[in-house]
């Protein structure tokens, strides 16, 4: 069976925006058991969407469309896939109650120009859109069967999974052979590293297939495990996960797709650890992290973000001539506001970051790139300086925060 | 003139690794005035990149592809361009001295598979690589000429710049339009809102393409105008933007593509304003926003991400009293905490959120979604509540954040 994807939007075509939508259709269609032999992206123009939904629906059996089905003036997908199918458009109206129901649950009302998404070409299978105004189809065009699903990332991952996956389960059930996928994930070292201490992967495990992916800082080791047995595949990942771990050992944080501010999160909560933080130069990333996990008020009490030598000293009760002897990216400034953090919030663990993430601020001492992290435990405080080399400002406070959850985590690891 | 972009790749159709070369080759030929109407990308099949080859050369001007030019065994474009070309694939002297070169610098003896990559189609130019081993090429298939870029975006975007840009210029120098773009911003209104009030756009300013995208929270209006004469195409973007402004007003924050953190920051700038944030349900989100600003040291002196109620207590001073009657989520709990985040860092400007981000944690009162927002000034103390019903945690702490730095520029522009 085999699969293309479609992606619609001059946006795209432009440059102006990378295209994540296609990377995500064909994961989830290859782990359906479905290859994807191609990915098509055009341009907001009638003639010429029309054309490639002609050309896919001679050669693909499923194809899955993005973007244009929203109801301003270039959304033209709806149109171009009535006449590619030969049809006119109408309204549908499952789309039309679909659409109703969105704007009733949200007290909002609905303009005509809302009205308009629940025009579908004739004879298309409305696909409801939970989480959005512009409802999706089905409809079937040449030999293969068409997705249209909206471009927002998150509506289109939602239809995808609501939608789209369960109705080629049902279509082509126990016919296809199944992709398993395992995701480990390792900070700490570079893709070359990693693949010179992974050689012989292929050969000792000969039903894997592993691909690389750098995803800043991260690295992932994706492990593809293809089959009609389930069990045979799992049985196999696992082999091969345990395989990697004993060549790469600490370094990777997780085996099965987890972020590391989960794993410091499920750490925490396994020790009935409470944290607090004192940010500079990560500006609140770190706390934007830790918070992004649900139910992380649980463990995570407090974070200072303190920018300004004034509140360092004042909130963090960092003393005024630690920072005059060493200056404010030092390991000491970084001790005291991670204590103080502890003091102030009364959590059992306190973790600082200072450091200067560029443009500007660096020097010959402390060039941009160089962060200092403090951690206070229970039983001791601890202080570490590195440089980094990777470049602009927004890498930078990657870098240092996902360095200083990563001492963190080693410091829970080594009290289990 | 029209071009299409071609990526060759396992990785990339199986989505195991997202393409960023399309847009940044996209990117470099629309500015040189080419435009762009489709990527493709293929697997490593042989036949598959032959079909596509001839498929583009009946379509395009021009065509770039890249990958499939290394040693290795799934490196096939070479193969496919000769086949979609009819051609055969002969020695090419100057791609193999420059891989005798490359190799001879950097000392090395280089390898019969090494060698490989100096086989090229008949007829094919040879576009040096300065930085890799792998030389592209230059050829005609049907009525589109090709070129033939390596994968790794690091070359690729090299030969680019070196080889295929020059080559266009040479060839069609002054008979190419031109794109400009601008970017207007707009938070606080819907797609189908914005679209309505922008009914007759197109009408009055002919030479406008206008492009509607969804960047959750915001909207971007995209403003495309085509043309031989720089000059021109200004004036009008600048025409149609102040048009945009007369009917959208103050819910546009930019016209320049400027981020809504940099346009706070440039208010607090001129204004010799400095700024302290309380965050709770946003979780250091809001801070990381505005610390991504180079320079935003200036007026950025503190946050406290506040998620206890203790925190609230004694790093801003909120009364025990206030969150005993009110809750942690209140509009009194909002005010005073930013009115202590602003007493306690000093910064002219308090501004705090709290809220219910989801996914536990809503009653009927106070449903996920809430969020009460402080705004401390040197002259009064306002506080807002909002509900919002987007959906999942990372949406609900982003629209937040915006609405918060929202109502702060508010602020700031009325005090100009």
């Known amino acids: 069976m085999i699969a293309e994807i479609i992606i619609t939007g001059d946006e795209i075509c432009s440059g102006a925006v990378i295209d994540s939508n296609s990377s995500h259709i064909a994961q989830m269609l290859?782990?359906?058991?479905?290859?994807?032999?191609?990915?098509?992206?055009?341009?907001?123009?009638?003639?010429?969407?029309?054309?490639?939904?002609?050309?896919?629906?001679?050669?693909?059996?499923?194809?899955?469309?993005?973007?244009?089905?929203?109801?301003?003036?270039?959304?033209?997908?709806p149109e171009a896939a009535a006449k590619a199918a030969g049809v006119g458009l109408v309204v549908n109206d499952i789309a039309q109650s679909s659409?109703?129901?969105?704007?009733k649950t949200r007290n909002c009302s609905m303009t005509d120009i809302d009205r308009k998404q629940a025009m579908l070409?004739?004879?298309?299978?409305?696909?409801?859109?939970?989480?959005?105004?512009?409802?999706?189809?089905?409809?079937?065009?040449?030999?293969?069967h068409f997705f249209f699903l909206p471009g927002v990332p998150f509506e289109m991952r939602r239809m995808l999974a609501d939608s789209v996956l369960p109705w080629i389960e049902r279509r082509y059930g126990s016919k296809r052979e199944f992709s398993f996928i395992r995701n480990i994930s390792i900070f700490?070292?570079?893709?070359?590293?990693?693949?010179?201490?992974?050689?012989?992967?292929?050969?000792?495990?000969?039903?894997?297939?592993?691909?690389?992916?750098?995803?800043?800082?991260?690295?992932?080791?994706?492990?593809?495990?293809?089959?009609?047995?389930?069990?045979?595949?799992?049985?196999?990942?696992?082999?091969?996960?345990?395989?990697?771990?004993?060549?790469?050992?600490d370094n990777v944080f997780s085996v099965d797709g987890e972020s590391m501010e989960a794993v410091v999160?499920?750490?925490?909560?396994?020790?009935?650890?409470?944290?607090?933080?004192?940010?500079?130069?990560?500006?609140?990333?770190?706390?934007?992290?830790?918070?992004?996990?649900?139910?992380?008020?649980?463990?995570?009490?407090?974070?200072?973000?303190?920018?300004?030598?004034?509140?360092?000293?004042?909130?963090?009760?960092?003393?005024?001539?630690?920072?005059?002897?060493?200056?404010?990216?030092?390991?000491?400034?970084?001790?005291?506001?991670?204590?103080g953090v502890r003091r102030v919030s009364g959590a059992d663990y306190g973790l600082a970051t200072t450091g200067i993430a560029g443009p500007g601020g660096g020097t010959d001492e402390k060039p941009v790139g160089t962060v200092c992290v403090g951690i206070a435990t229970p039983d001791a405080i601890?202080?570490?300086?590195?440089?980094f080399t990777s470049g602009n400002r927004s890498m930078n406070?990657?870098?240092?925060?996902?360095?200083?959850?990563?001492?963190?985590?080693?410091?829970?690891l080594s009290k289990k």
């Not at 359906?32 to 907001?44: A, Y």
């Not at 070409?121 to 293969?144: H, M, Y």
């Open 188 to 249: 700490g070292m570079t893709e070359a590293d990693i693949n010179q201490r992974l050689a012989g992967l292929a050969e000792k495990f000969s039903g894997i297939k592993p691909g690389f992916r750098a995803n800043f800082p991260e690295i992932h080791v994706k492990l593809y495990a293809r089959g009609k047995d389930k069990n045979t595949c799992n049985e196999l990942l696992i082999k091969a996960s345990e395989w990697i771990l004993s060549k790469i050992g």
């Open 30 to 77: 290859e782990g359906e058991g479905i290859q994807v032999l191609r990915h098509n992206s055009v341009c907001d123009d009638i003639d010429t969407i029309v054309s490639i939904l002609k050309e896919t629906g001679n050669r693909a059996d499923i194809a899955v469309v993005t973007g244009g089905l929203g109801p301003t003036t270039d959304d033209l997908t």
């Open 121 to 144: 070409p004739e004879g298309a299978e409305c696909l409801c859109n939970p989480v959005g105004t512009a409802p999706g189809f089905q409809l079937k065009i040449g030999r293969s």
């Open 265 to 339: 999160g499920d750490l925490l909560r396994h020790k009935k650890a409470s944290l607090a933080i004192a940010e500079s130069c990560t500006g609140g990333l770190l706390s934007h992290w830790i918070t992004n996990v649900p139910g992380s008020s649980d463990y995570f009490l407090f974070s200072g973000v303190t920018y300004s030598n004034e509140a360092k000293i004042k909130v963090l009760g960092v003393l005024p001539e630690t920072i005059e002897r060493c200056g404010a990216v030092h390991e000491e400034t970084a001790k005291e506001m991670a204590e």
């Open 382 to 387: 601890k202080e570490y300086r590195f440089n």
């Open 397 to 412: 406070k990657k870098i240092f925060a996902m360095k200083a959850l990563d001492l963190l985590r080693m410091e829970l």
């Open 99 to 103: 659409i109703e129901d969105f704007f």
